[in-house]
């Protein structure tokens, strides 16, 4: 007998809706029972809209990193573009991405789905794509298929449970985080019985003791874990000898995928990759959208959490590694989330729910997947063995936007929408014959 997913009330949540890697993130809200004062009807596309820039951010670390355009990477230009630009820009896209998937996740549930209904959603959205775009990655670098620890992992995402870079960075880097994302999927509807526990008057107060945990688990990585203790950022690319660029980026290279072991720091990997490190986020995503839902948050001014969200970026500067990543951004990270539901349910418009930035919203997921394969190309074909300076960095970096977008519209297209429309939802039976 196939079991539901019931929580208690107090909270009737929406209709379904796009998740957070999925189609445009629509809801209709009802009025939850025991909520200050009945919450709006209405669409939430800022949210989608919002989804291109965080992607965008990944994709300029990693043009920045990954496209190793010599000696434009050696010079004292790039010295100091990388000290504006660090690891942590990209990381703050991956923090969002975090924390607006526990938000879309729980405003899109309905109670009365079963877990196998829930799971087959999540696999259609995530995995197809992930699929081709690890192909993709096998194609475009000659991945030596008998070297089955570089890719068999990361094809099933539970490539990040290993703390060896042969493994977390052994096949398309940017699924990294969608190894967080099937643990954040597998345990909702196993927690969120927990979630609906919490009375509506103490959702504040449950989001700062979630957030101060966060804070003591990353504070006993620095402590007691070995790892960089310094406040430098981290991530600088990895150069070869000489001005002619190489035809291959380390992570893409013969000589990566033939190490037998590549070590990582135990204190950066738990506190970036390793998934149950960031299963809290997501859950504070989910207490962010039980506050917009039940009229717990009604901020609409964005001044606020950008300017909070600024001041946090900046001090990701002058912190440890294990507070870069995503601990300080957090706070304001969710404010941001909940102020463009709460603007949107209000219908605030702005550039984020215009009909191109919520297009360019629900490509986003494949853009973020598809970027790595196509700088790779890229480099084999065009930048390796030549030399450039930023100009020429700057038009590759281009073709490679250009490229992964369109890449992105066809496999969203083409794949994703098909897919998740014949597939993704349960066929309702056939109604019995009457007998004669």
Known sequence: MTQLIEPTPPV????????????????????PALAPAPVRRGALPSLTGARWWAAFAVFVLHALVFLPVYPFQKSELFRHIHEWVPMQLGAAGVTFFFVLSGFIIYWSFKPGTTKRAFYRRRVLKIYPTHLLAAFAFIAAAS????RAVVWVPNLFLVHTWVPKWTTVGGLNVPSWSLAAEVLFYGSFPLLLPLVMRIPTRRLLLAMGLLMLGIVALHTSYFLWVDGPKGIANAFAPRLVPGNVSP??????????????????????????????????????????????????????N????????????AATWVVPVNYKMSVLLLPPMTAVVATMAARDLA???????????????NVSFAFYLIQFPVMVLVTRYLIGGKEFGILGWAGFALLCL????????????????????NFARAKPKAAASPRS
């Open 12 to 31: 009737r949540t929406a209709e379904p809706i796009a998740a957070i890697l999925a189609e445009p993130v629509t809801a209709v809200l009802p009025e």
């Open 143 to 146: 991945v030596p298929l008998h």
């Open 247 to 300: 035809h291959y980026e380390l992570h893409a290279s013969p000589a990566w995928f033939q190490q037998p072991n590549i070590p990582v720091s135990p204190s950066y990997w738990l506190s970036y990759t390793f998934p149950l490190s960031r299963l809290p986020e997501f859950f504070l995503g989910v207490l962010a959208a039980r506050m917009v839902i039940e009229g717990r948050w009604r901020n609409t």
């Open 302 to 313: 964005m001044a606020w959490p950008l300017l909070a969200l600024t001041v946090a970026y």
């Open 347 to 361: 219908g605030i418009r702005g550039i984020n729910s215009h009909p191109r930035m919520v297009w360019l919203g």
């Open 402 to 421: 250009v490229v992964s977008t369109a890449l992105a519209a066809v496999l969203y297209h083409w794949v994703d929408l098909p897919i998740m429309r």
